[in-house]
C-alpha cells in the first residue's frame, strides 16, 4: 500500500508538470527527481537523440547520490555512435527492455559501476523512427522484473514523451506556426485543414469568402452539405485515396458558396505525415473555376499565386532538386545572404556553406530525401563573406508516382541568437574555470524548507579537498547533515540571514569541529538572483597555527627578557651577599661560630645563585662552555644518577643508535635536560610506569613544527623522552615552558623544569617537540644541531689561589655597594683599588692617572655607558691597560664576544672573589 501510494504521488507531480512546465531540461529534472525521490528507483536517466542517432544527446542524471559528471563516459561513448546494450535491444524492439543481471550483460557499459546487485529497464521515448531518445531507470531485481512495475514504468515513459513533444511544439513550432497562419491569412486561394475523417479543422479568409457563414457551422464536421453528393463522393474518395497512397492529389468538384450557387472549384489535396511517414490529416487548397477556361489555365495560374506567396513569405524559403541544385529561393532567402537571384538559381546548395559543413551536406542530403524531413543547423556563407548561423527545417515534395519532386525548406537566421548564446557559454566557462582552479573553496545551496537548512548544489575542487568530501558523496544532501558542524560555528545562521534579508554576511575565523574533522575556516556568504546561495570559504588552519606559535614565541621572549632584567638585579644583590659573607668569613677566619654562619649565609647564596642560572638559562643566554661533546656519554651519567634517584617501580627502558656526529655546546647543560624531563615524567606516572629514553640521529628532509619554531632540515641528535603518565590537554601544553608554571603540588617544584629545557635547547639553536594526550601519556624531543669535526677535548683544572703585589685596580659598578665589596675584597688580597660609579669619571681620572692602572674591572650595565662601550674606548685610547668585562645580563656580551669590544676577559656575577683574583692574575701576566 505504501508502494502504490509513493507511484500515484508521483504520476499526480508528473500529470502537474506536463500542464505546468515549458522548460525541456527542468521538466526532466524533475521527472527524475520524483522518481528517485520517492524511492520508486533507484536511478534514472535519460537520453534525448536526433532521429536515433547519438548526434550531441542531451542527458539528465537522477542519480540518488551521483551527478550529472557521473555521465561523461556515457555522453563520450555515444558521441563515438556506441550505444549500449540495453538501448539496442529496445529501440529495436520498440518496447521495454528488462536486463536481469546488469553486472554480466552490461559489463561494457560506462554506467556499469553504479548498477551493482540491481535490475536496469529501459524503454523508447516514443515508437520506431519517433522515438526522441531513451528512458533507463535501475532498481531492486524483486521490483523491476514485476509485471505490473514494467508496465508502470512503460506508462510514465510513455508520459515523458508526451510531454517533450508537447514542449518541443510550443518552442520549436510557435513561430513557424504564426507564419504558417500570416501565409494562410496572405493567400487568395482557399485553404483548409482535414483531419483523417475529413472533418474541419482550419480555414483560411478566402475560404470564409467563398463559403460565407455556413462554414463556421461545418468545424469539426465534414464538407457534405456544401457540395453535391458525387463531388462529395468524389473528395472522399479521393482523401482515401491519399490516405492509402500518401502524395498530393489534384482534382475538380463543385462546391456551394455562400449564396447557395454551386460553383466549379480546382482542388489540391496534401497529406501531412508524421516522423513515421504516416498520414495524420490533410491540407486541402482550392480554386474557385467559374468556366471549363479558367480550368485549363489552373496549373499556370496556380504556380503563379503559389509562387507569388513562396516569394513574398516572411521567413526565408528554399527549393533544391533532387542533387541538392536550387530550383528557387524567395527574397527574404537573398535578402540574408546578398545575392542576386540568378547568382544562385542552380548552383549546388553546398556551395553556400561554411567550410566543414559542405562534407556533412553532401552526407545527409541523401538520408533527407529518405526520410522526408530533416531539422538542421549551419553556417551559411553571404555574398561579402559574412557567416549566418541558419536554423533549417525541410521535408520532401512527391510526385503523383511517389517519385522525388523538389525539396521545401525553410531557414532562419538566428545568427544574433547564436552570437549572445555563445558570449553566455564564453561567459559560464569563463566563470567555470574560475570555479575549478580558484584556490579558494566555493559552494551553492539551495534553501531547503524556506531556509531551514541548505541543499548543496555544487562545490568546486578547492572546496573538497578543503572539506575532504567529494561532491557526488554530498551533492544533494543538507548542508547540517553533512557538516554536523555548522550551527554551533555560526555559519547556518549566516546563511539563514543572508537568505532572508539578501544582504552578504562574513563569518570570521571560526573553528569548525565534528567527528571526522576540525579546522579554522573564514566565510563569505552572498545571495545569487537565482535565490541561491553562495559561500567562498578558505581554510585558516595553517595561518592560525602559526599566528598561535608567534604569540607564543613572543610571549616567550617577552617572560626571558623580564627574567633576564631580574635575573641582572638579583645578581648584584647576590654578590653583595656572597662578596661580604666571604670578607667576614675572611676577617674572622678564627672564630668558628662566625666562620659557620659565614659558610651558611654562602651556601644559600650559592643555591640562589643556581636560582638565578636557570633563570638565565631560560632567556636563552649561551652555554657558559662551547665545546664539541658525545651526547651518549652524557646521557649514560644522567641514567647512573637517574636509577638512584627515582622509584624503582618506574620501569627505565633505553634505546640507542650508534652514535657518529658529535655536538657543539655545554654537556653539563644536556646533562640538565634529561635530568629535569625525567623528573618531571617521574612525577606525571605518579611513581609507577614506564620510561623510555632513546637517542638517534635522523637527517631531516623537511621542515618540522616545534616549540622554538621550524625545526629547519639538516643533521640531528635527536633525546627522546617519553613516559605512559597522566598526560596533558591542549591548554597545559601551552604554558609549561613558561617559568614558575607547574601542575605539582605547593611545596613540589618550583616550576623552572621546563623552562630550564627550553632556554637550554635555544641556547643550543635546537628546537623541541611534545606530544601529549591526556591519560595516555607525553613525548618529548629535544633536536640538537650535529657538527661534522674531531673531538678536541679540553683539560678541565681547577682554579688555583693567588694573592695581588699591590696591582692598581679600577673597579667600576652602578652599584655603590659593589664597588665597596670589590675594593675590600681585592685590597684583602693584596691589591690597590679606586672604584667608580659612573664611566665618564674613568675616563676624567685616566687622563691623569693611566701610567698608574694596571687594570679595569667593569660592570657592563651601567647608565649612560656602558661597560662595553668602555672597554672600546680605553682599547683605543689606553691599549696598555686591560679590561675585564662583568655581567649578571646582557643580551650584548657574552663569554664568546668580549674580545670584539676590545676586552681581555669575561666573567658572569655574581663573582666568587677566587675566580676574580685568578682571572686578573691570567690577565696581567698573559
Not at 128 to 153: H, I, N, Q, R, Y
Not at 249 to 264: K, L
Request: net charge negative.
Amino acid at each position: 500500500m505504501k508502494d502504490q501510494n509513493r507511484k500515484l504521488n508521483a504520476l499526480m507531480l508528473i500529470n502537474r508538470l506536463l500542464v505546468e512546465e515549458t522548460d525541456p531540461a527542468i521538466f526532466l529534472d524533475s521527472v527524475c527527481h520524483i522518481l528517485v525521490r520517492e524511492n520508486i528507483y533507484s536511478t534514472v536517466w535519460i537520453v534525448l537523440t536526433q532521429h536515433n542517432l547519438p548526434v550531441e544527446p542531451y542527458f539528465h542524471a537522477g542519480f540518488a547520490a551521483g551527478g550529472d559528471s557521473s555521465f561523461e563516459p556515457m555522453k563520450y561513448t555515444l558521441k563515438m555512435g556506441i550505444l549500449p546494450s540495453c538501448v539496442h535491444k529496445s529501440l529495436d524492439s520498440g518496447d521495454s527492455v528488462l536486463i536481469h543481471d546488469s553486472l554480466a550483460e552490461c559489463s561494457h557499459c560506462p554506467l556499469n559501476h553504479h548498477l551493482e546487485n540491481q535490475s536496469d529497464i529501459t524503454r523508447p521515448l516514443g515508437f520506431g523512427s519517433a522515438s526522441l531518445g531513451w528512458m533507463t531507470a535501475s532498481g531492486d531485481p524483486l521490483v523491476v522484473e514485476d509485471d505490473e512495475e514494467k508496465d508502470f514504468f512503460s506508462g510514465i515513459a510513455d508520459l515523458v514523451h508526451y510531454g517533450l513533444k508537447n514542449i518541443y511544439d510550443k518552442l520549436t513550432h510557435h513561430d513557424l506556426d504564426s507564419q504558417y497562419e500570416a501565409f494562410l491569412e496572405s493567400s487568395s486561394d482557399i485553404v483548409l485543414e482535414l483531419d483523417l475523417k475529413g472533418r474541419l479543422l482550419k480555414a483560411n479568409h478566402s475560404a470564409f469568402d467563398l463559403f460565407g457563414p455556413l462554414l463556421k457551422e461545418r468545424f469539426g464536421r465534414t464538407l457534405e452539405p456544401m457540395m453535391n453528393k458525387d463531388n462529395f463522393r468524389l473528395v472522399e474518395e479521393t482523401l482515401n485515396h491519399v490516405l492509402e497512397n500518401p502524395v498530393p492529389v489534384s482534382t475538380v468538384a463543385e462546391g456551394m458558396d455562400w449564396t447557395g450557387h454551386f460553383v466549379s472549384v480546382s482542388i489540391n489535396i496534401y497529406p501531412h505525415l508524421n516522423t513515421k511517414g504516416e498520414v495524420i490529416g490533410f491540407s486541402v487548397f482550392l480554386k474557385n473555376n467559374p468556366d471549363a477556361e479558367v480550368k485549363k489555365k489552373e496549373p499556370r495560374e496556380n504556380d503563379e499565386r503559389a509562387y507569388n506567396l513562396f516569394d513574398n513569405a516572411p521567413v526565408a524559403y528554399q527549393s533544391l532538386d533532387e542533387e541538392g541544385n536550387f530550383l528557387e529561393v524567395n527574397e527574404n532567402w537573398l535578402r540574408i545572404t546578398g545575392y542576386e537571384r540568378h547568382e544562385v538559381i542552380g548552383r549546388w546548395f553546398g556551395d553556400f556553406l561554411a567550410p566543414g559543413y559542405k562534407e556533412g551536406f553532401q552526407k545527409r542530403f541523401p538520408l533527407f530525401k529518405k526520410r522526408g524531413t530533416i531539422h538542421s543547423e549551419f553556417f551559411l556563407v553571404g555574398k561579402k563573406g559574412e557567416l549566418h548561423y541558419i536554423s533549417f527545417d525541410g521535408r520532401i515534395g512527391y510526385n503523383q508516382d511517389g517519385s522525388f519532386r523538389q525539396t521545401y525548406c525553410v531557414l532562419r537566421d538566428e545568427t544574433e541568437k547564436k552570437k549572445i548564446e555563445d558570449a553566455t557559454k564564453e561567459k559560464e566557462i569563463y566563470f567555470r574555470n574560475i570555479f575549478e582552479y580558484i584556490n579558494s573553496g566555493i559552494s551553492i545551496f539551495e534553501p531547503y524548507l524556506d531556509g531551514e537548512d541548505f541543499i548543496f548544489l555544487d562545490l568546486n575542487p578547492f572546496g573538497q579537498k578543503i572539506s575532504n568530501v567529494k561532491l557526488e558523496d554530498i551533492k544533494g544532501r543538507r548542508v547540517s547533515e553533512v557538516f554536523p558542524g555548522v550551527s554551533s560555528m555560526g555559519l547556518l545562521k549566516c546563511l539563514q540571514l543572508t537568505h532572508k534579508t539578501g544582504e552578504s554576511q562574513f563569518l570570521p575565523v571560526r573553528e569548525y569541529k565534528d567527528d571526522r574533522l576540525t579546522q579554522i575556516v573564514e566565510n563569505h556568504i552572498s545571495k545569487l538572483p537565482s535565490g541561491n546561495l553562495l559561500v567562498i570559504f578558505d581554510d585558516k588552519s595553517k595561518q592560525f597555527q602559526m599566528e598561535t606559535r608567534l604569540r607564543q614565541t613572543e610571549k616567550m621572549e617577552a617572560i626571558g627578557h623580564l627574567a633576564g632584567g631580574i635575573a641582572h638585579d638579583f645578581n648584584n644583590i647576590l654578590s653583595g651577599i656572597l662578596g661580604y659573607a666571604e670578607l667576614v668569613s675572611l676577617k674572622n677566619a678564627q672564630d668558628e661560630e662566625i666562620h659557620s654562619y659565614m659558610d651558611n649565609i654562602i651556601s644559600a647564596g650559592d643555591r640562589a645563585k643556581k636560582l638565578v642560572h636557570q633563570i638565565l638559562s631560560f632567556s636563552r643566554q649561551k652555554p657558559e662552555k662551547n665545546e664539541i661533546f658525545y651526547i651518549i656519554p652524557v646521557i649514560q651519567d644522567a641514567l647512573r644518577l637517574l636509577r638512584a634517584s627515582i622509584p624503582s617501580s618506574i620501569h627505565i627502558k633505553t634505546a640507542f643508535s650508534d652514535e657518529t656526529n658529535p655536538v657543539l655546546g655545554d654537556s653539563t647543560s644536556i646533562h640538565e635536560i634529561l635530568m629535569n624531563l625525567c623528573t618531571n615524567a617521574s612525577y606525571a606516572m605518579d611513581e609507577k610506569g614506564v620510561l623510555e629514553i632513546s637517542f638517534f640521529e635522523e637527517n631531516l628532509e623537511k621542515e618540522l613544527d616545534g616549540i622554538l619554531g621550524k625545526i629547519t632540515p639538516g643533521e640531528y641528535s635527536i633525546l627522546s623522552v617519553k613516559d605512559n603518565g597522566s598526560g596533558m590537554d591542549a591548554d597545559t601544553l601551552s604554558h609549561i615552558f613558561e617559568p614558575f608554571f607547574t601542575t605539582k603540588k605547593v611545596g613540589d617544584g618550583t616550576g623552572m623544569g621546563l623552562s630550564v629545557v627550553f632556554g637550554i635547547v635555544g641556547n643550543h639553536k635546537g628546537n623541541i617537540t611534545v606530544h601529549s594526550i591526556p591519560d595516555e601519556g607525553t613525548e618529548f624531543s629535544v633536536y640538537i644541531p650535529q657538527v661534522i669535526r674531531n673531538l678536541d677535548s679540553v683539560p678541565q683544572q681547577d682554579t688555583p689561589v693567588f694573592k695581588g703585589s699591590n696591582e692598581h685596580v679600577l673597579v667600576i659598578d652602578d652599584e655603590e655597594l659593589n664597588c665597596d665589596l670589590f675594593r675590600d675584597l681585592l685590597i684583602n688580597k693584596g691589591y690597590k683599588v679606586t672604584t667608580f660609579c659612573e664611566s665618564q669619571d674613568v675616563l676624567d681620572y685616566l687622563e691623569q692617572n693611566a701610567d698608574i692602572v694596571d687594570i679595569i674591572v667593569s660592570d657592563q650595565t651601567m647608565p649612560r655607558m656602558t661597560g662595553s662601550e668602555l672597554s672600546v674606548i680605553i682599547k683605543d685610547l689606553y691599549p696598555q691597560i686591560p679590561v675585564i668585562l662583568c655581567s649578571g645580563y646582557s643580551t650584548v656580551v657574552t663569554p664568546f664576544n668580549y674580545k670584539e669590544f676590545g676586552a681581555a676577559a669575561y666573567l658572569a656575577k655574581p663573582v666568587r672573589i677566587e675566580n676574580l683574583v685568578y682571572t686578573i692574575h691570567q690577565v696581567l701576566t698573559s
